[in-house]
């Protein structure tokens, strides 16, 4: 954990954890996770409020982060994808259904999904409607015309595109995810085009219907990365896909506040303010930068936002209903 600053590590909630019978097996940049010895079929993925900035770990919190990114996970994966294969099992104080020995204190229990443990490919994508920030300065340098997309010269930032774009990221030995082409990505997943069709189905149609969705709450997803992995049967002969990480939560998706009396959204919101910031800072030249803290106490707030706008809900009483804590 050395890309961990010690002031942030999950000490605690592993110890804790660790002594209600699970393994601690992975940590991540923003997630812990877990096994249990009986259920070797299903994962526990706890979410902090840890802060991470283009790929680097701060050493400081977003208070509320992994709360409101568990419940904006549950809210895309329960509510609106159900009808969709994804990884979802169970969440809140359904969690000691299946874990009776899980401990029962909401602020576990509200940052915690139980997951289908399915085996993943090197292979995330992302899906552009607009270019904005990153993904429009590639655009001027000519980055997505290079990968073959044939798109307009004169657009402008945060405009919409003509078709939402597809782009395979696959992860390099070195550990880093870079963009590549169609083929590309066929080629890492073994030659098997059928599950490199079915992920760029899948991606461009949960895209579409989750931008339909925001755009009646007056917000608008410039762009989304989404995971997917495989399930094969013993036999090794059939296999499913299943939507699987972070679903649509300002970790993995650029959200605009969207005014439809304008033609170009630009109002960025939460964790790409981040991003900006680190740029400015020239944080990867120095990462011991760290935000003020009221700037990072108004992006914290973005998530309960994000949340209430589109649940049309309260996150208390979304808290309630949904997820069985907050009582």
């Known amino acids: 954990m050395s890309f961990l600053p010690e002031e942030v590590r999950a000490t605690e909630v592993i110890g804790k954890l660790e002594d209600a019978g699970f393994k601690h097996i992975h940590t991540g940049k923003t997630t812990e996770v877990f096994a249990h010895p009986l259920e ?3 994962l526990v993925l706890y979410s902090t409020d840890r802060c991470v900035v283009d ?12 709360l409101f ?6 809210y895309w994966l329960k509510r609106i994808f159900h009808d969709w294969k994804n990884h979802f099992v169970a969440s809140g104080s359904a969690i000691r259904r299946i874990f009776p020995s899980f401990p029962s204190d909401d602020e576990m ?7 289908r443990r399915v085996e993943m490919p090197r292979i995330r994508v992302v899906v552009h409607g607009n270019f904005v920030g990153n993904s429009f300065d590639a655009y001027k340098d000519g980055f997505w015309q290079r990968l073959g997309y044939n ?3 004169n657009l ?3 405009a919409k595109l003509s078709r939402n774009i597809f782009v395979p990221l696959i992860k390099s030995s070195e550990g880093v995810y870079k963009e590549a082409s169609f083929e590309a990505m066929v080629i890492s997943l073994g030659g098997l085009r059928t599950i490199a069709m079915q992920i760029k189905k899948l991606s461009l149609g949960i895209f579409k219907r989750a931008n339909d969705i925001t755009r009646t709450r007056n917000v608008l997803i410039a762009n989304a990365k989404f995971e997917f992995g495989v399930w094969y049967n013993e036999e090794g002969d059939y296999w499913e896909l299943f939507l ?3 679903v649509l939560t300002p970790r993995t998706a650029l959200f605009l506040r969207y005014n439809p009396k304008k033609e170009i959204p630009l109002e960025v919101c939460g964790e790409q303010a981040l991003i900006d910031w680190g740029g400015q800072v020239k944080l990867k030249a120095d990462p011991s930068h760290c935000p003020p803290r009221k700037f990072l106490e108004q992006k914290s707030d ?20 949904e997820m069985g804590i907050g009582k």
């Open 109 to 115: 229990l509200g940052r915690c999904l139980v997951v």
């Open 244 to 246: 699987t990480g972070q």
């Open 55 to 66: 790929g680097i770990v701060l050493g400081e919190f977003l208070q509320g982060r992994g």
């Open 302 to 321: 973005w998530y309960r936002i994000l949340l209430e706008r589109l649940s049309g809900e309260e996150a208390e009483k979304f808290f309630r209903f």
């Open 40 to 42: 070797l079929d299903l």
């Open 156 to 158: 402008k930032e945060g």
């Open 151 to 153: 798109l307009p010269s």
């Open 69 to 74: 990114n568990t419940a904006l996970n549950i």
